[in-house]
């Protein structure tokens, strides 16, 4: 089966499968991810991003996220590297939650032939609670298809899995949700790209699941 065919039908199938989600929100996420080479061969980059989530039906702002990073480019298609993020988690109900995340990431380019580009992102996360002082692993693979469907225009599905490697408080053991997103590029300049598009987002809970309907905004700036 074509990559392509294989990210389509994860898409569809998380999130048609999940009938256990009785519970439906809408949100708004807009992210913000500035690139910027810090030697002329472009080797050493930094990637500073921020992210805000407007959750509950998209009334308030539930979630801040503040991540950067820096890289190191092997080749043209394999990047290494690693950052710290802090992120706010604000939900209805008496608990505020404030992360300190410590990463490391591998970014791999598996295809790029004729505009198709599919690459794969590997994250390992150190989760640190100012409310816990537990350790929380966790393991992400993001795995993105850019297709061309004008010259200037792409098509960008991307599939992400969040695994858990331990169970401590604010971490769950094995699959903890799901990410699916479908989107169009639009390049305002050619630094500059928009992406809005529609990301699904499937949480296991203790309880019921969630489903999470998501308008996803993200402007991508390089320099």
């Given at each position: ?13 998380l ?17 913000q ?5 810090l ?15 407007f ?22 298609t394999?990047?290494?590297?690693g950052?710290?993020a ?28 004729g ?50 490697l ?31 598009g ?26």
């Open positions: 089966m074509k990559p392509l065919t294989l990210i389509g039908a994860a898409c569809a199938f999130i048609a499968a999940p009938a256990a989600a009785t519970e439906d929100d809408f949100n708004i996420w807009g992210g991810f500035i690139f910027v080479d030697d002329e061969e472009g080797e050493v980059f930094v990637r500073l991003e921020a992210q805000e989530r959750t509950n039906d998209a009334d308030r702002l539930g979630q801040l996220l503040l991540r950067s990073f820096v890289g190191f480019k092997i080749d043209d394999v990047n290494v590297g950052g710290y802090y992120i706010l988690t604000d939900p209805i109900g008496p608990v505020e939650v404030n992360e300190h995340r410590i990463y490391q990431e591998l970014n791999v380019t598996l295809i790029d032939k505009g198709f580009k599919l690459t794969s992102r590997n994250r390992l996360e150190q989760r640190f609670y100012e409310e816990s002082d537990q350790t929380s692993w966790r393991y992400r693979n993001l795995v993105q298809a850019t297709v061309p469907i004008t010259e200037r225009n792409d098509l960008v599905l991307y599939t992400e899995p969040f695994i858990g331990n169970d401590v408080p604010f971490n769950r053991e094995g699959v903890a949700n799901w990410r699916n997103f479908a989107g169009v590029s639009f390049p305002v300049s050619d630094a500059i790209t928009f992406t809005p529609y990301l699904n987002q499937y949480v296991v809970r203790d309880g019921e699941d969630r489903m999470d309907h998501i308008a996803n905004i993200g402007v991508t700036a390089r320099f």
